[in-house]
């Protein structure tokens, strides 16, 4: 940082600039992928991911230091499935893309403001509210979908006659750490709203 002109030094504008470019990379990769699993949804067959109840695994059994091996996911490809169902498959996954694309907006809008010397701007704190807000919700939500998509599915396994035994027929599995990123994010956030509140009061002294 120039300590004469309060502007970030070159090297530090080149960083700004790679993070804001990485975020908006990292962005548009994500809306690739969800496009790609949405084909993949939509298409024929449909590899489903079913949670198994700890099926043994017997071709470890007996191996030279191994005392135990299970199944815990069994991939299952269907050759049709309820509209219903695919949907929520898609939500399940496109659901963090938006976090995702979100968040990386807020670094993207972030970084950029740092490099014009305007970091305490007002938009800023809504900005990074709505990427913590967002985190927090789609990653309880995402699962959920998720959830009720498989037990979907697995209904659809026993009307058909299969054997269910061993598939969990409703499996809500919750990943803490986005919700730990969004309240990291929000206290950012409101560390933002604090210096906005204090140039302004400096301001006032002026």
Request: charged fraction near 15%; glycine fraction near 10%.
């Amino acid at each position: 940082m120039d300590t004469r002109t309060g502007r970030p030094s070159l090297s530090e504008a080149v960083a700004l600039g790679l993070v804001a470019t990485g975020a908006v990379s990292i962005g548009i990769a994500s809306v690739f992928g969800a496009v790609g699993a949405g084909i993949e949804v939509f298409g024929s067959p449909v590899p489903v991911s079913l949670p198994v109840d700890g099926a043994e695994m017997t071709p470890l059994a007996g191996a030279d230091g191994v005392t135990a091996a299970e199944y815990t996911q069994s991939l299952v490809s269907f050759e049709t499935l309820d509209a219903g169902t695919r949907w929520l498959l898609l939500a399940e996954v496109a659901l963090p893309v938006l976090a995702t694309v979100i968040v990386c907006a807020a670094l993207w809008w972030l970084g950029l403001s740092l490099i014009r010397q305007r970091a305490f701007r007002r938009s800023m704190v809504p900005v990074l509210a709505t990427a913590a807000f967002t985190l927090v919700v789609t990653a309880m939500i995402a699962p959920l979908f998720g959830a009720f998509a498989r037990a979907q599915v697995v209904e659809q396994l026993a009307a058909s006659g299969a054997d269910i035994a061993g598939f969990w027929m409703f499996l809500y599995q919750l990943d803490p750490t986005p919700i730990g990123w969004g309240i990291a994010l929000a206290l950012v956030a409101t560390a933002f709203e604090v210096g906005q509140r204090l140039q302004r009061e400096t301001e006032g002294l002026v």
